[in-house]
């Protein structure tokens, strides 16, 4: 399964675009919701990136099983977990951020299995930015 499409967002049974994304984390919110009955954003498995180095900057990080997924709005970046901080899916050379550490901690999606109606985060996102995988 290929974890990034021919339009640059990122997939894993569903897709994030970052230019759509408006920020409001009514998809962190139901997964929290998912995970623990009560709107725990701690227990998210999909969370709001704010960058700090743009105002009004933000993407979403996504947790996979073996990857991190993080989709800006200049493109989707794949995070192998445990690599070292210098290694990614392109082989670029890349600095380690701290940050990213609570994220890990998280279970991976589970695209909520038990759901009846599907992953909460697509069901719940206004602007159609997280879709399911066709």
């Given at each position: 399964m290929d974890l990034i499409n021919?339009?640059?967002?990122a997939t894993m049974g569903v897709n994030i675009d970052a230019l759509k994304c408006i920020g409001c984390m009514a998809c962190e919110m139901a997964c929290g919701y998912h995970r623990?009955?009560?709107?725990?954003?701690?227990?998210?498995?999909?969370?709001?990136?704010?960058?700090?180095?743009?105002k009004n900057y933000f993407g979403v990080i996504l947790k996979e099983e073996e990857r991190l997924v993080v989709a800006r709005p200049e493109g989707v970046?794949?995070?192998?977990?445990?690599?070292?901080?210098?290694?990614?899916?392109?082989?670029?050379?890349?600095?380690?951020?701290?940050?990213?550490?609570?994220?890990l901690l998280r279970e991976p999606c589970d695209l909520c299995e038990e759901m009846k109606y599907g992953p909460m985060c697509v069901k719940v996102c206004p602007v159609d930015a997280i879709t399911l995988e066709s």
């Open positions: 021919h339009k640059g967002t623990d009955d009560g709107f725990a954003f701690l227990s998210a498995c999909i969370v709001l990136y704010r960058g700090r180095e743009k970046e794949v995070k192998i977990i445990g690599a070292s901080g210098d290694e990614d899916t392109s082989g670029e050379k890349k600095d380690e951020d701290a940050s990213a550490k609570p994220m």
